[in-house]
């Protein structure tokens, strides 16, 4: 199995930052892309921000500028500094990854439980 665990949610100011780490770990031989989604109540899952193996990031429109994703293949983790934080990212965060867990067969989408991240006054 995989399992992905998320960690650095938490309630914060709005103009305030925070980071976000996911680690993977159990049976992978690789990882395809990363990233980080996100569900505020009442909403439907959206991309946050995604990278590559080799290191191309895509972000949604909402956080670009503000957001950063970064990975480090060794370790298989993938983090996300939010800067400049408003309101309107609170929600539950998700860790995504496409992971490869032997060679030669196909990748699977796996996702963390979430964290949740509150930008409030």
């Known amino acids: 199995q995989v399992q992905l665990v998320e960690s650095g949610g938490d309630l914060v100011q709005p103009g305030g930052s925070l980071r976000l780490s996911c680690a993977a770990s159990?049976?992978?031989?690789?990882?395809?892309?990363m990233g980080w989604y996100r569900q505020a109540p009442g909403e439907q899952r959206e991309l946050v921000a995604i990278?590559?193996?080799?290191?191309?990031?895509n972000y949604a429109d909402s956080v670009k500028g503000r957001f950063t994703v970064s990975r480090d293949n060794a370790k298989n983790t993938v983090d996300l500094q939010m800067n400049s934080l408003k309101t309107e990212d609170t929600a539950e965060y998700y860790c995504y990854a496409k992971v490869r867990r032997m060679i030669g067969t196909r990748a699977y989408d796996y996702w963390g439980q979430g964290t949740q991240v509150t930008v409030s006054s």
């Open positions: 159990g049976t992978i031989f690789s990882i395809n892309d």
């Open positions: 990278i590559s193996s080799s290191g191309i990031t």
